[in-house]
């Protein structure tokens, strides 16, 4: 089936710096979408990407679907305190079951004022 | 601005006891979705609804039972509770199934079976 792989799992860094995580799959992807859940709380959606090559800007936050449609990645530029949480990319692709979106095992963010 | 309600939030089951997770989405979406989190898991989905009436198995759909009651209205049954079912799990709702449409996830339910 197909798989997602995330990296990297965690993140420690300091305020102001950049951030930047992706996920790769073993099979080709239509739709990429990057969540972001905080301590408690649902996933909430910060970015989708539907066409391959496609980059797109949410405020500080920019994502790219990979050319091969096998990848993604999501950068963060001068990360703030309330940048922490945990990011999932997930991935949609064609056949089997079209409820499934598969997600990444998420890429847990810590800020250091 | 409701979006996804999901109940209870929190529950503690003893092994072998039966509950129902409610979910509710006001937003007139087609599809929705029950998924559950575990550490260093992600997100796995359980059942989902395409759309009114109809029901399919995702990934890891063995222990549950659902129902879609009517078109906002998708519940997630434990027929009789096990330990590895203690997980966090997550009510969602989309447009419809088809790539591109984008799923919005309630705030999560707190699961203990002991």
């Known amino acids: 089936g197909q798989q997602l792989n995330q990296s990297p799992q965690s993140m420690f860094i300091q305020e102001g710096e950049d951030v930047s995580m992706n996920c790769t799959s073993s099979s080709i992807f239509n739709t990429w979408l990057w969540y972001k859940q905080d301590p408690g709380e649902g996933p909430v959606l910060l970015i989708a990407?539907?066409?391959?090559?496609e980059l797109t800007s949410n405020g500080r936050l920019t994502a790219q679907f990979g050319i091969t449609r096998k990848d993604s990645f999501l950068n963060i530029s001068a990360s703030i305190p309330s940048d922490v949480g945990i990011y999932f990319c997930?991935?949609?692709?064609?056949?089997?079951?079209?409820?499934?979106?598969?997600f990444g095992k998420g890429t847990k963010l810590s800020v250091k004022p | 601005n409701a979006g996804v309600t999901q109940t209870p939030k929190f529950q503690v089951l003893k092994t072998g006891q039966s509950m129902t997770l409610q979910c509710a989405q006001d937003?007139?979406?087609?599809?929705m979705y029950w998924y559950r989190q575990d550490p260093g898991m992600g997100l796995r989905l359980i059942y989902y609804?395409?759309?009114?009436?109809?029901?399919d198995k995702g990934e890891v759909p063995n222990g549950y039972n659902v129902s879609r009651l009517n078109k906002r209205e998708f519940s997630l049954r434990l027929e009789s509770a096990a330990p590895s079912q203690t997980s966090v799990y997550f009510c969602?709702?989309?447009?419809?199934?088809?790539?591109?449409?984008?799923?919005?996830f309630g705030e999560g339910s707190w699961l203990t079976v002991v």
């Open positions: 990407l539907y066409k391959a090559g």
């Open positions: 997930a991935g949609q692709g064609d056949g089997g079951s079209q409820g499934n979106l598969i």
């Open positions: 969602a709702s989309s447009e419809a199934t088809l790539p591109g449409n984008t799923i919005y």
């Open positions: 937003m007139n979406h087609n599809s």
């Open positions: 609804s395409a759309s009114e009436g109809t029901t």
